[in-house]
């Protein structure tokens, strides 16, 4: 059974860095496509970074582009999202999501996604 479990969310200020970590069970996290996606209250869900099977291919939004870093480390069946120089408008609900088919490229379209964590909060203060 898929299980997705997101933490390291927080309260950092602006200019800070966080990184979030999303604990894969039931599969191994490098035999499948990925991604972390974000939602703001009142707007839609976003993609902001995605990864191909075996770690392949890192694939951002123009928004992070540049700040935020994804990885997965097999050895603890874990994806990662490393979130530098944050800025008050990264303040969301991040989600790790797990694709059932391996879109190629990597998508950030949420609907190629067919697992889905809880969330971990992200705010960022000016």
């Known amino acids: 059974q898929v299980h997705l479990v997101e933490s390291g969310g927080g309260s950092v200020q602006a200019g800070g860095g966080l990184r979030l970590s999303c604990a894969a069970s039931?599969?191994?996290?490098?035999?499948?496509?990925m991604a972390w996606f974000r939602q703001a209250p009142g707007k839609e869900r976003e993609g902001v970074a995605a990864i191909y099977i075996g770690g392949r291919y890192p694939t951002y939004s123009d928004s992070v582009n540049g700040r935020f870093t994804v990885s997965q480390d097999d050895a603890k069946n874990t994806m990662y999202l490393q979130m530098t120089s944050l800025q008050p408008e990264d303040s969301a609900m991040y989600y790790c999501a797990r694709a059932e088919g391996d879109p190629y490229p990597p998508s950030l379209t949420a609907s190629d996604y067919n697992y889905w964590g809880q969330g971990t909060q992200v705010t960022v203060s000016s």
């Open positions: 039931g599969f191994p996290v490098i035999s499948k496509a």
